[in-house]
């Protein structure tokens, strides 16, 4: 479902509005496990490094999160003081997290994801209310604002993989991106997606080299889990190969891209953390660009130029 920002900004009431925001986080998870090819993770070919997971399972989660994204939509448009929002989505995020198990028999599709673009939908919602703009700066802002609030009711301890790694390693995960504003999302992927389109690669290529460009520089806790600091240092490397080989857009880039996925296929890991910082990045760009119609095309309703991959 393609979206204009006039249609966000002008659908009444909130509820619309959160349903609008919510069909582009949707959108964005699609998009993520839809880009193909991706090392080590699931995509259009294969399962990547996972056992339990495929692509329909990952596009079943997506669609059924999508009333979780729009209840926290709908808290951000609301107006609430901003202790009480984030008290509001961290409750979403575990109902959310609930259906996600329910649906998928157990199996961890987008937990990340849940946390990192529950956060900047939110934003998003209280950017509207105040009538501010879609930026990608000041989503993130505003959403690492909620993340530094204490989530009175998140257990102390989830048990979480990603948690274990985190504390193990002494690197910051998701919360910590988030704390820090999404400083991988706004200062690596985004930029590295633009500029890769103003180079001309296709969309494919771009965001490829958007994922790539978080996996060299991300601590992914997801890599951390299985395979310690060693298997990252691997994969780090391995990324910052295919990037100076030039991406899909050489030969070289190409063939570095093919070592780089039979490294984690051997390491069996996965760079999920990234996965989920790209979902990110895709959702902020296309706020982004729809703001940019609003600008320009104030009375048209466009088409996205940049759809699915």
Known sequence: MTMTMTTITHLQPHLQQA???????QQALLDEVTLTPKPGLVDL???????????????????ALRPTFEAMAEAGLAGLPQDLLRQRI????????????????GVNTHRGAIWALGLLITAAGQQLAAGQPLTPAALAARAGALARIKDAGAPARTGNKGEAARLRYHVGGASGQAQADFPHVTQVSLPALQEARRQGATET???????LAIVAELDDTCVLARGGPGALAQVQAGA??????????????????????????????SPGGAADLLAATLLLDRLQRLQHLQHHQPDTDTEDSHGTT
């Open 19 to 25: 349903r609008a925001l919510a069909s582009l986080v």
């Open 205 to 211: 290529a771009a965001r490829l080299q958007s994922l």
């Open 240 to 269: 910052s190969a295919v990037l100076a080989a030039g991406g899909l857009t050489t030969r070289a880039g190409s063939a570095a891209l093919v070592q780089l996925e039979h490294t984690m296929l051997a390491l069996n890991v």
């Open 45 to 63: 070919r294969s399962r990547g490094a996972h056992r339990d997971l495929n692509w329909a399972l990952m596009c079943h989660s997506a669609v």
């Open 90 to 105: 961290g409750r979403l995020g575990r109902v959310g997290e609930a259906v996600m198990l329910t649906v998928t028999g």
